[in-house]
Protein backbone atom coordinates (compact mmCIF):
# COMPACT_ATOMS: atom_id res chain seq x y z
CA UNK A 1 0.00 0.00 0.00
CA UNK A 2 1.36 3.51 -0.56
CA UNK A 3 -0.24 6.65 0.45
CA UNK A 4 -0.15 9.73 -1.87
CA UNK A 5 -0.26 13.27 -0.22
CA UNK A 6 -0.67 16.30 -2.56
CA UNK A 7 0.35 19.87 -1.72
CA UNK A 8 1.01 23.57 -3.60
CA UNK A 9 -2.66 23.99 -5.18
CA UNK A 10 -4.05 27.33 -5.11
CA UNK A 11 -5.49 30.75 -6.62
CA UNK A 12 -3.73 32.12 -8.95
CA UNK A 13 -4.11 34.33 -12.50
CA UNK A 14 -3.82 33.56 -16.01
CA UNK A 15 -0.77 33.76 -17.22
CA UNK A 16 0.81 32.30 -13.61
CA UNK A 17 2.47 29.32 -12.35
CA UNK A 18 2.11 26.71 -9.87
CA UNK A 19 4.05 24.23 -8.74
CA UNK A 20 2.25 20.65 -7.53
CA UNK A 21 4.08 18.32 -4.94
CA UNK A 22 3.00 14.60 -4.28
CA UNK A 23 5.09 12.84 -1.24
CA UNK A 24 4.76 9.28 -1.26
CA UNK A 25 5.36 7.15 1.87
CA UNK A 26 4.56 3.20 2.21
CA UNK A 27 5.51 0.71 -0.75
CA UNK A 28 5.57 3.37 -3.08
CA UNK A 29 8.83 1.46 -4.39
CA UNK A 30 6.16 -1.38 -6.21
CA UNK A 31 4.96 1.34 -8.73
CA UNK A 32 6.66 1.70 -11.94
CA UNK A 33 4.67 5.37 -12.44
CA UNK A 34 3.70 8.28 -10.80
CA UNK A 35 1.10 10.64 -12.65
CA UNK A 36 -1.13 13.40 -12.41
CA UNK A 37 -4.98 13.77 -13.24
CA UNK A 38 -7.27 16.38 -12.91
CA UNK A 39 -10.81 16.88 -12.84
CA UNK A 40 -13.39 19.94 -13.00
CA UNK A 41 -17.04 20.13 -11.63
CA UNK A 42 -19.08 17.84 -13.78
CA UNK A 43 -16.37 16.52 -15.58
CA UNK A 44 -14.44 13.02 -15.97
CA UNK A 45 -10.84 13.04 -14.18
CA UNK A 46 -8.61 13.54 -16.75
CA UNK A 47 -4.86 12.60 -17.46
CA UNK A 48 -2.71 15.21 -16.90
CA UNK A 49 0.85 13.92 -16.88
CA UNK A 50 2.93 10.35 -15.55
CA UNK A 51 6.61 10.01 -14.79
CA UNK A 52 8.01 6.67 -14.96
CA UNK A 53 9.71 5.20 -11.46
CA UNK A 54 13.56 6.40 -12.91
CA UNK A 55 12.76 9.60 -14.44
CA UNK A 56 13.72 8.77 -17.54
CA UNK A 57 9.98 9.04 -19.25
CA UNK A 58 7.25 11.20 -19.45
CA UNK A 59 4.22 11.31 -21.29
CA UNK A 60 1.98 14.17 -21.56
CA UNK A 61 -2.19 15.18 -22.11
CA UNK A 62 -1.82 17.66 -25.26
CA UNK A 63 -3.17 19.98 -22.97
CA UNK A 64 -0.59 20.30 -20.71
CA UNK A 65 2.99 19.75 -23.41
CA UNK A 66 4.82 22.98 -23.43
CA UNK A 67 3.29 24.41 -20.53
CA UNK A 68 3.45 21.71 -17.57
CA UNK A 69 6.69 19.53 -16.71
CA UNK A 70 6.80 16.38 -14.44
CA UNK A 71 9.67 15.45 -12.49
CA UNK A 72 10.06 13.74 -9.39
CA UNK A 73 12.77 13.18 -6.26
CA UNK A 74 13.72 9.48 -5.53
CA UNK A 75 15.37 10.43 -2.50
CA UNK A 76 12.41 12.43 -1.24
CA UNK A 77 9.83 10.02 -3.13
CA UNK A 78 8.23 13.12 -4.07
CA UNK A 79 6.63 13.87 -7.51
CA UNK A 80 6.22 17.30 -8.60
CA UNK A 81 4.03 19.44 -11.71
CA UNK A 82 5.11 22.53 -12.88
CA UNK A 83 2.72 24.20 -14.36
CA UNK A 84 3.08 27.46 -16.28
CA UNK A 85 1.37 30.06 -18.48
CA UNK A 86 -1.95 29.03 -16.63
CA UNK A 87 -5.59 29.35 -18.43
CA UNK A 88 -9.03 29.15 -16.67
CA UNK A 89 -9.74 26.20 -18.63
CA UNK A 90 -6.93 24.80 -15.85
CA UNK A 91 -9.14 25.11 -13.20
CA UNK A 92 -9.50 21.59 -11.08
CA UNK A 93 -8.56 19.45 -8.13
CA UNK A 94 -5.77 17.86 -9.03
CA UNK A 95 -4.77 14.82 -8.51
CA UNK A 96 -1.49 12.84 -7.79
CA UNK A 97 -1.35 9.01 -8.50
CA UNK A 98 1.15 5.69 -8.43
CA UNK A 99 0.25 3.09 -11.27
CA UNK A 100 2.09 -0.28 -12.45
CA UNK A 101 2.95 1.18 -15.92
CA UNK A 102 3.62 4.56 -18.01
CA UNK A 103 -0.32 4.85 -18.59
CA UNK A 104 -2.75 7.66 -19.09
CA UNK A 105 -5.35 5.75 -18.23
CA UNK A 106 -7.34 6.11 -14.95
CA UNK A 107 -7.87 2.09 -14.41
CA UNK A 108 -3.50 1.47 -14.55
CA UNK A 109 -3.43 3.36 -11.49
CA UNK A 110 -4.27 2.07 -8.10
CA UNK A 111 -3.61 4.80 -5.36
CA UNK A 112 -4.54 7.83 -5.35
CA UNK A 113 -4.04 11.21 -3.05
CA UNK A 114 -7.18 13.06 -1.98
CA UNK A 115 -6.50 16.36 -4.90
CA UNK A 116 -5.51 19.55 -4.24
CA UNK A 117 -7.37 22.77 -6.06
CA UNK A 118 -6.30 24.97 -8.24
CA UNK A 119 -8.02 28.19 -9.40
CA UNK A 120 -6.75 30.04 -12.25
CA UNK A 121 -8.68 33.67 -12.30
CA UNK A 122 -9.45 35.13 -15.68
Known amino acids: QVQLVESGGGLVQAGGSLRLSCAASGRASIFRALGWFRQSPGKDRDFVAV????????RYADSAKGRFTISRDNAKNTVYLQMNSLVPEDTAVYYCAAGRALSSLRADFGSWGQGTQVTVSS
Open 51 to 58: ISWSGSST
